[in-house]
């Protein structure tokens, strides 16, 4: 079973940024795929990015130039967010496929506000 820990959520400024990390723990098989999703008060979650273990890297279009997802490790997964906005507020998931399995971590509120 993989566990997954977030962190780096917090509250900035409009026009601010931050830098999401997720530690997976447990065996993750090859090929796999690890993600950021976000859940807004009153709102279903959605996708922000998602990153294969070969390195290909996919969007939703609200945080297209402004986010970029990376992985250093199998294990380690980022989200660095730029010019961030009011409406990116949000509690914020790392989550991984692997082997036909889909894990989540427990979330890490993002708060945009002056």
């Known amino acids: 079973q993989v566990q997954l820990v977030e962190s780096g959520g917090g509250l900035v400024q409009p026009g601010g940024s931050l830098r999401l990390s997720c530690a997976a723990s447990?065996?993750?098989?090859?090929?796999?795929?690890m993600g950021w999703y976000r859940q807004a008060p009153g709102k279903q979650r959605e996708l922000v990015a998602t990153?294969?273990?070969?390195?290909?890297t996919n969007y939703a279009d609200s945080g297209k130039g402004r986010f970029t997802i990376s992985r250093d490790t199998a294990h380690m997964v980022y989200l660095q967010m730029n010019s961030l906005k009011p409406e990116d507020t949000a509690v914020y998931y790392c989550?991984?496929?692997?082997?036909?399995?889909?894990?989540w971590g427990q979330g890490t509120q993002v708060t945009v506000s002056s």
């Open positions: 447990g065996r993750l098989s090859t090929p796999n795929t």
């Open positions: 990153i294969t273990s070969g390195g290909s």
């Open positions: 989550n991984v496929r692997s082997g036909g399995i889909t894990s």
